[in-house]
């Protein structure tokens, strides 16, 4: 077992108390595995406890560790070119078991918060082997009925072109992740990608020996707990061709770090690289990084390591979750005069697991409160002898839109993917497809796959219900109003209609490397907080030529 110790800070550690003791009377947070949900129980934990011993602040993590799993004496410490003696990384979930000594004080005392939702006691009540054992069985079953049946199976992302817009891009894409997991991971094998006369510009900070992104990789990983980096688009720049000595091509890229502080948060980048390719060797000679948003990565980082207001609340419920960057937009997109009502920002594209069905129950079913069945690829093992690391995402988008074939409106989810488990697939690129679920009717249409968001500009206002709350119909039209009056136009569908989306911040999907999409956690969080957000999509006017591909 890993403990963390540290100097206390009474104001921090009141909250955190205050908080826990508040929480128990309102312990609504809960877990929906994916599909036969029962394995692993609901308990979820990361924080397991704390209590108060010799003025210091403890904290006993029980579940998901990322660094047991990047310390742990199974894995092999691999000497790189860049950084002799790094320890990699595995790919694996499983975390690995660790012998508690009975008669260690930390682990036998009665903590603080050990009786709390997501606690030991709770998880190893709740757990059931054979529930387990079945749910896992019952999801193999269904994926090989759908293989027998002639469907897909799997997804490739090198070969979608709405990614990866022509061939060369995607060829160099496939060789640049397996560089890059090269670095990274126990599994891959190293691949040289850059060339000896490499140039290279970049906003972050390099360590003094690192002469290619794949050195500055692999020293990093001395640092922080997690680092895992997707290649998610790519292109060929204007006057590149095959036959060309030096093709130009830009790829888009999304780095997620798990920062070594006690809470251990969640830091999500994203941004571009242009490359110089010498077509005679395959290698690179030149590149330029370039971060969303700007090159200030300091701001970009330090807005993430803070410890978020509900991640304290329900302490224990999840480990920190990566959040999609809003950005500020870019060009000549001004706040109106009646911006103070609303939000105007950027969101960079990103590839997402999309589930969608029609809407044929009404408003009184609420079916978009939660993500479907027929999203989820995997289950996730939080508790027990195979219990895995897990990484939450959030928000999940939420559109109602009306089918007019159907006649009736059309859920439609949009579930950001962690980087970590992009990077897993390796330079095949293959992700799971769910199977279909057996209790999802027909006439609903059930579909899902996956699917790049463009990069977007959009304005939303706080809003603290749900998706399909009768109070949302208000909240679109004054939104509507207010970006009419401040000159904005708004994004029309194929039918004519403004694209309206709702953002559940109280809610969080959870992936593993090894399976995808098998859970999705919400947070019971009062209505006056205004978590979440009713948003609608803007055209962006003259600056949208700009990462036309990605």
């Avoid at 129980?41 to 560790?65: F, P, W, Y």
């Avoid at 502080?261 to 990084?289: C, F, H, M, P, Y």
């Avoid at 027909?442 to 968001?453: C, V």
Wanted: hydrophobic content about 35%; glycine content about 8%; aromatic content about 8%.
């Amino acid at each position: 077992m890993s403990t963390l110790r540290t100097s206390s800070s009474l104001g921090l550690l009141c909250v955190t108390a205050l908080l826990l003791s508040f929480n128990l009377d309102h312990a609504e947070a809960f877990a929906i595995p994916a599909k036969h949900g029962a394995a692993g129980g609901v308990a979820l934990s990361s924080l397991g406890s704390c209590r108060i011993k010799d003025e210091r602040m403890v904290v006993t993590r029980m579940s998901s560790s990322s660094d047991d799993e990047s310390s742990s004496s199974s894995s092999t410490a691999t000497k790189s070119e860049a950084a002799e003696g790094s320890k990699k990384q595995t790919h694996s979930s499983a975390v690995p078991t660790i012998e508690r000594d009975p008669d260690d004080e930390i682990t036998s005392e009665k903590v603080f918060g050990a009786e709390f939702f997501g606690g030991t006691k709770v998880k190893e009540e709740l757990f059931d082997p054979v529930a387990e054992d079945r749910a896992a069985e019952l999801a193999r079953q269904e994926r090989d009925a759908l293989q027998l049946d002639g469907g897909r199976t799997v997804y490739r992302r090198f070969e979608d072109t709405t990614c990866f817009v022509d061939g060369e891009a995607a060829d160099v894409a496939r060789r640049l992740q397996a560089a890059i997991n090269g670095a990274l991971y126990d599994e891959d094998e190293v691949v040289p990608m850059y060339a000896t006369n490499f140039d290279w510009t970049t906003p972050f900070p390099r360590a003094k020996g690192s002469q290619t992104p794949l050195d500055e990789l692999t020293n990093a990983l001395s640092f922080y707990k997690r680092l895992d980096l997707a290649i998610v688009g790519g292109r060929s720049l204007p006057g590149s061709d095959g036959d060309s000595a030096r093709n130009e091509m830009e790829f888009r890229w999304e780095v997620s770090v798990e920062w070594p502080n006690v809470w251990e948060s969640r830091v999500l980048l994203t941004g571009t690289s242009r490359i110089v390719l010498d077509a005679s060797s395959g290698k690179i000679v030149s590149q330029t990084d370039k971060l969303d948003g700007g090159d200030t990565v300091v701001a970009a980082i330090g807005s993430q390591l803070n410890p978020r207001f509900w991640d304290l609340y329900h302490i224990g419920m999840t480990p920190s979750a990566e959040l999609s960057p809003r950005l500020q937009p870019r060009g000549d997109v001004k706040k109106g005069l009646f911006s103070g009502s609303y939000e105007l920002c950027e969101v960079p594209p990103r590839l997402v697991i999309q589930p969608t069905l029609l809407d044929l129950g009404g408003r009184d079913e609420r079916i978009a409160q939660v993500i479907p069945n027929h999203a989820f690829s995997t289950i996730i093992k939080t508790t027990g002898p195979n219990k895995q690391r897990y990484v939450p995402v959030s928000p999940i988008e939420v559109a109602i839109s009306r089918d007019a074939e159907a006649g009736a409106n059309r859920v439609t989810w949009s579930i950001p993917i962690a980087p970590e488990f992009l990077a897993a697939a390796g330079s095949d690129g293959e992700l799971p497809l769910p199977a279909p679920d057996q209790d999802t009717s027909a006439d609903a249409q059930a579909e899902s796959g996956y699917k790049l968001q463009p990069r977007r500009l959009v304005a939303t206002v706080p809003y603290g219900g749900n998706p399909q709350d009768e109070d949302v119909s208000n909240v679109r039209k004054e939104l509507y109003d207010a970006i009419i009056k401040d000159g904005l136009n708004p994004k029309l569908d194929e039918s004519g209609r403004p694209m309206f989306f709702f953002w559940q911040s109280d809610a969080k999907a959870c992936y593993v490397s090894d399976g995808g999409l098998g859970m999705n956690v919400y947070e019971w969080r009062p209505k006056f907080a205004n978590s979440n957000a009713v948003g609608i999509e803007l055209e962006r006017g003259s600056n949208l030529e700009e990462d036309k591909a990605t």
